[in-house]
C-alpha cells in the first residue's frame, strides 16, 4: 500500500479572493452567517483536517487577517479566478501538498482533506477533486464535479504559473493536464454555496 499522506503535510487555503458578482461586488467571506464571517467558519472547519491553514484574498486584507492566519493576495493582476488563489497557496505553502476550499460553502465535509488524500495516495495521484450531487435548473440532483474542493501537489505550481501565463483560466482544463482522481460524496447539500443574498437568507433561516 502507498504510504498516507500525513495531516502535518498539507497546508489548507480558503479562497476567499474572488469579486463577489453575484453577491452585488460584496466580500463574501467576510458576509455573517449565525454571527460568523464566512471566511472564519470556514477556517475552522478546514483548521483540524491540515497542517496549516492560510488565507487567499484580495480585499480588506486587515480585516482577513484579524482572522488569525496568513493572508495572500494573488500574485496576478485583476482577480483572474480560484486558479490565482490556487497558484499563490502553492507559491507560499511550506508543505509537499495543498487544500483549498471556496469560502462561501460553510459545511463541507469534516473529513473532505481525509477522504482527497486518501483517494491521491491510494492511486499515486498529483491531485484530487471532490464530486457531489448538486442541483440543476430544474431541480433534480446529479453528480457534479467541484473543482476548489481539491488537494493538490505545491510541486505544482510552475505548471500552473504557465497555464495562467497563456491565458487559461478553467479550473477543469487545468486539472485535465495532470493524475487526477475524483473522489465521490454523498452529502450534495454540504457542498452547497452562497453565491447570492438569497442563498445567505435560506441559510440564516435554516
Not at 31 to 56: E, F, M, W, Y
Not at 61 to 70: E, N, S
Not at 176 to 192: K, N, S
Given at each position: 500500500?502507498?504510504?498516507?499522506?500525513?495531516?502535518?503535510?498539507?497546508?489548507?487555503?480558503?479562497?476567499?479572493?474572488?469579486?463577489?458578482?453575484?453577491?452585488?461586488?460584496?466580500?463574501?467571506?467576510?458576509?455573517?452567517?449565525?454571527?460568523?464571517?464566512?471566511?472564519?467558519?470556514?477556517?475552522?472547519?478546514?483548521?483540524?483536517?491540515?497542517?496549516?491553514?492560510?488565507?487567499?484574498?484580495?480585499?480588506?486584507?486587515?480585516?482577513?487577517?484579524?482572522?488569525?492566519?496568513?493572508v495572500w493576495p494573488d500574485t496576478?493582476?485583476?482577480?483572474?479566478?480560484?486558479?490565482?488563489?490556487?497558484?499563490?497557496?502553492?507559491?507560499?505553502?511550506?508543505?509537499?501538498?495543498?487544500?483549498?476550499?471556496?469560502?462561501?460553502?460553510?459545511?463541507?465535509?469534516?473529513?473532505?482533506?481525509?477522504?482527497?488524500?486518501?483517494?491521491?495516495?491510494?492511486?499515486?495521484?498529483?491531485?484530487?477533486?471532490?464530486?457531489?450531487?448538486?442541483?440543476?435548473?430544474?431541480?433534480?440532483?446529479?453528480?457534479?464535479?467541484?473543482?476548489?474542493f481539491c488537494l493538490a501537489r505545491?510541486?505544482?505550481?510552475?505548471?500552473?504559473?504557465?497555464?495562467?501565463?497563456?491565458?487559461?483560466?478553467?479550473?477543469?482544463?487545468?486539472?485535465?493536464?495532470?493524475?487526477?482522481?475524483?473522489?465521490?460524496?454523498?452529502?450534495?447539500?454540504?457542498?452547497?454555496?452562497?453565491?447570492?443574498?438569497?442563498?445567505?437568507?435560506?441559510?440564516?433561516?435554516?
Open positions: 500500500m502507498p504510504d498516507a499522506i500525513a495531516r502535518e503535510a498539507i497546508t489548507g487555503l480558503v479562497l476567499a479572493g474572488g469579486q463577489g458578482r453575484r453577491m452585488g461586488g460584496q466580500d463574501k467571506g467576510l458576509l455573517t452567517l449565525h454571527g460568523q464571517a464566512l471566511a472564519a467558519r470556514a477556517l475552522q472547519r478546514l483548521a483540524p483536517q491540515v497542517g496549516a491553514t492560510a488565507l487567499s484574498a484580495n480585499r480588506h486584507l486587515a480585516h482577513y487577517q484579524a482572522l488569525g492566519v496568513p496576478l493582476p485583476d482577480q483572474p479566478g480560484p486558479l490565482a488563489g490556487l497558484l499563490t497557496g502553492m507559491t507560499h505553502a511550506q508543505t509537499p501538498w495543498l487544500a483549498s476550499v471556496p469560502c462561501d460553502c460553510p459545511d463541507f465535509p469534516t473529513d473532505l482533506v481525509a477522504r482527497l488524500a486518501a483517494a491521491v495516495a491510494a492511486q499515486q495521484a498529483d491531485l484530487a477533486v471532490a464530486v457531489a450531487p448538486a442541483p440543476d435548473e430544474a431541480g433534480t440532483w446529479a453528480p457534479k464535479l467541484h473543482p476548489v505545491t510541486a505544482l505550481r510552475e505548471d500552473l504559473a504557465a497555464y495562467l501565463g497563456q491565458g487559461g483560466r478553467r479550473v477543469r482544463d487545468w486539472l485535465g493536464r495532470h493524475r487526477t482522481v475524483e473522489v465521490a460524496f454523498d452529502d450534495g447539500a454540504a457542498f452547497l454555496n452562497v453565491n447570492t443574498p438569497e442563498d445567505l437568507a435560506r441559510r440564516h433561516a435554516g
